[in-house]
C-alpha cells in the first residue's frame, strides 16, 4: 500500500476511506505544518494529500524526499503550490474540481447580497438592539435590473451568473478566452478588464491566483469601476490590492465589499475593520460537509488514479 502524507485533518468518512486506499499518516490535532515539518514528516511517503494552508513552493518542493510522486490538493485552487517546481521534479499535482462549484456559488452569492444590502451593519444592529425602523433605514443596493460583472467565467463563475440572472442581474464577463453561447447564457463578453469593469455595478472575482490575475484590483483598475460599484470576492485574497480596495472604500468610490478571502489569511487587513459596509467571511466557499467529503474522496480517488495508471484526469501540471 502506498504511504500517504495528509497534511490537515479531514472528515471523519474520508480518513476512513483513505485508510482503506493506502496507509495514511493523519494529523490527528490538526496541527498547521510549517513548511519544514511537511518535509520531515513526508521521509518515505510516496505523496502528500496537501491543503489550501500548505505553501508547496520552490524551496520546500526541492527538499522533498525522491519517494515524493504525487502532491494530490484539497482544493481547485493550487495557487499554493509551485507546479513548475513539482513538474522540475517528475511530481504530479492534481486538484479537486467541479466537486466544490455548488458550494462556492453559493457563497458567490452570499456575497453579493451581503455586500448589496448591508448584512454587516444589520446583523451587528440586531444584536446590539435599540434600532429603529425607518424610511431609510439601512438602505442598500437592490440586485434587480443592475450589472454583474463576473470575472474568471469558469465554473464557479458559470454557476453564481445563473443564479444572478434569476435575480434580475444583466450579466457581463471577462475571461482571457469568449466562451462558447451555451455556456455563455446571454452574458456580454469583455475582452479586457477595463471594458468589464466599466460596466460592473457588482464584481464577483472568481478567476484562479496566478501570477497574471494578482493584485487585478489595484489602485489604477479600481478607477474603471462606475462610482459607487460593489466587489466580490470568491476566489482568492492575491487577487486584490487590498489598500488601494480600503482607500477607494474610504473614498466611497466604491460603496461596499464582499470577501470571502483576502491577503495573508485568517489576518484580516485591519483598514477593512473600520469600514461597516465591508461583509467578509473566513473562506467558507466550500465549507459544507458533503462537498468536504466530496473533495476529500476526489483528492483521494486522485492519488489512487495516478498509482494505478501513471496519470490522473486531474492533473494540473
Ligand atoms: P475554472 O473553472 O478554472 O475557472 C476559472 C476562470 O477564470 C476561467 O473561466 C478562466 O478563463 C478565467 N481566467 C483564468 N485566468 C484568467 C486571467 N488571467 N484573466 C481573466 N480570466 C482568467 O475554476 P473554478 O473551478 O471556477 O474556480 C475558480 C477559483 O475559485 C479557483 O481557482 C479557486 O482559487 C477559487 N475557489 C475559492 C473557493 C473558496 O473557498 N472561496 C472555493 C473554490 C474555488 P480563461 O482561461 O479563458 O481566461
Not at 78 to 93: H, M, P, S, T, Y
Amino acid at each position: 500500500m502506498k504511504k500517504i502524507l495528509i497534511t490537515r485533518k479531514l472528515i471523519k468518512e474520508s480518513e476512513d476511506k483513505a485508510s482503506k486506499t493506502f496507509n495514511p499518516i493523519f494529523n490527528s490535532n490538526d496541527e498547521l505544518y510549517s513548511q519544514s515539518k511537511v518535509i520531515e514528516m513526508s521521509q518515505g511517503c510516496d505523496g502528500i494529500l496537501s491543503s489550501l494552508t500548505d505553501k508547496m513552493d520552490k524551496e520546500t518542493i526541492n527538499k522533498l524526499p525522491d519517494t515524493v510522486k504525487i502532491i494530490s490538493n484539497f482544493a481547485v485552487g493550487f495557487g499554493n503550490i509551485d507546479l513548475e517546481a513539482a513538474k522540475k521534479r517528475g511530481i504530479a499535482v492534481t486538484n479537486t474540481p467541479e466537486v466544490l462549484s455548488d458550494a462556492t456559488a453559493e457563497i458567490g452569492i452570499l456575497l453579493i447580497l451581503g455586500a448589496c444590502r448591508r448584512a454587516a451593519e444589520g446583523i451587528e444592529s440586531a444584536r446590539e438592539g435599540g434600532w429603529k425602523w425607518s424610511a431609510d433605514y439601512l438602505i442598500g443596493k437592490q440586485l434587480t435590473g443592475t450589472r454583474l460583472g463576473v470575472l474568471g467565467m469558469g465554473r464557479i463563475g458559470q454557476k453564481i451568473a445563473r443564479i444572478a440572472k434569476s435575480l434580475g442581474m444583466i450579466i457581463h464577463y471577462h475571461n482571457r478566452s469568449k466562451l462558447s453561447e451555451d455556456k455563455e447564457q446571454g452574458a456580454i463578453y469583455h475582452d479586457n478588464l477595463k471594458s468589464l469593469f466599466s460596466v460592473s455595478d457588482v464584481l464577483s472575482i472568481c478567476c484562479p491566483a496566478t501570477k497574471e490575475t494578482e493584485n487585478m484590483i489595484n489602485k489604477e483598475t479600481v478607477e474603471y469601476f462606475p462610482k459607487g460599484a460593489v466587489i466580490t470576492n470568491v476566489a482568492r485574497g492575491d487577487i486584490v490590492d487590498d489598500d488601494a480596495l480600503i482607500d477607494a472604500l474610504n473614498r466611497r468610490k466604491i460603496y461596499a465589499v464582499g470577501l470571502d478571502v483576502y491577503k495573508n489569511e485568517p489576518n484580516l487587513n485591519p483598514g477593512y475593520l473600520k469600514i461597516k459596509s465591508a461583509f467578509i467571511l473566513p473562506h467558507l466557499g466550500s465549507a459544507t460537509k458533503d462537498t468536504r467529503i466530496a473533495m476529500a474522496n476526489l483528492a483521494i480517488d486522485n492519488i489512487d488514479e495516478f498509482f494505478k495508471t501513471g496519470n490522473c484526469i486531474n492533473k494540473v501540471n
